[in-house]
């Protein structure tokens, strides 16, 4: 049960284990401890929730920043991508094995085996801006990945305040109680 109360939140549960008698009876195994449920609506104590402490708990939980932050790991990701355009690339492919070739017009067969190793690199010297480009676009996403993240960050803090402080939103607000003029 969620109870507000003066400014912070309170958490209780109706039944809840109580705490154990310190001193084992006859009928618990030595140093064994038996639990009973409190009886219904005993007060428990509360947990002080702050304001800073749930903020800093929905940042870490919530599913739209989690969201939020993939999708700039990956333009971040994206962009690094993107520069590794101005470096060389090297290739290499190694192929071998067996070869076995049958003419059906000729008699002559073919079976040697055969390896074959090749090994290229290419730089791109100039591509008319191509390569600038891309990476400009690259880091044009990444930053509106990282202003949909503080936005998202701020809408979620806004709604978490909100909830904090029990206060209605103020579009429902405006539902309820419509201007006349």
Same mark, same amino acid.
């Given at each position: 049960m969620?109870? @507000? @109360? =003066?400014g $912070?939140?309170v ?15 006859a009928?618990t195994?030595?140093?064994a401890? /038996? *639990?009973?449920?409190?009886?219904a609506?005993?007060?428990?104590? =509360?947990?002080k929730?702050?304001? !800073?402490d749930?903020? #800093?708990e929905?940042?870490?939980? %919530?599913? !739209?920043?989690k969201?939020?932050? #993939? ?5 971040t990701h994206?962009s690094?991508?993107? !520069?590794?355009a101005?470096?060389?690339r @090297? ?7 067996h070869?076995?070739i049958r003419?059906p #017009?000729?008699?002559a067969s073919?079976s040697?085996?055969?390896?074959? /190793? $090749?090994l =290229? *690199?290419a730089?791109?010297? &100039?591509?008319?801006?191509? $390569? $600038?480009?891309?990476i /400009?676009?690259?880091d044009?996403i990444?930053?509106e990945?990282?202003? /949909?993240?503080?936005?998202?960050r701020?809408?979620v =803090? ?5 909830a &904090?402080l029990g206060?209605? %939103?103020?579009r429902?607000?405006?539902?309820? %109680?419509?201007? !006349?003029?």
């Open positions: 969620l109870v @507000l @109360l =003066s $912070t939140v958490y209780c549960a109706d039944e809840t284990p109580a705490p154990a008698s310190a001193t084992p009876n009928t195994p030595q140093g401890e /038996k *639990a009973e449920p409190q009886k609506g005993a007060v428990q104590p =509360s947990v929730v702050t304001l !800073r749930s903020i #800093a929905l940042f870490r939980t %919530h599913d !739209r920043i969201a939020a932050e #993939a999708a700039l790991a990956s333009a994206m690094d991508r993107a !520069r590794g101005w470096y060389p @090297l290739n290499a492919v190694v192929d071998g094995g070869e076995d003419k #017009a000729d008699p073919t040697k085996w055969r390896n074959v /190793k $090749t =290229s *690199a730089q791109t010297i &100039y591509d008319f801006g191509g $390569t $600038t480009g891309g /400009k676009q690259a044009g990444r930053k990945s990282l202003a /949909k993240l503080d936005m998202i701020q809408e =803090s806004l709604q978490g305040v909100s &904090y206060l209605p %939103h103020p429902n607000a405006a539902l309820r %109680h419509p201007l !006349r003029g």
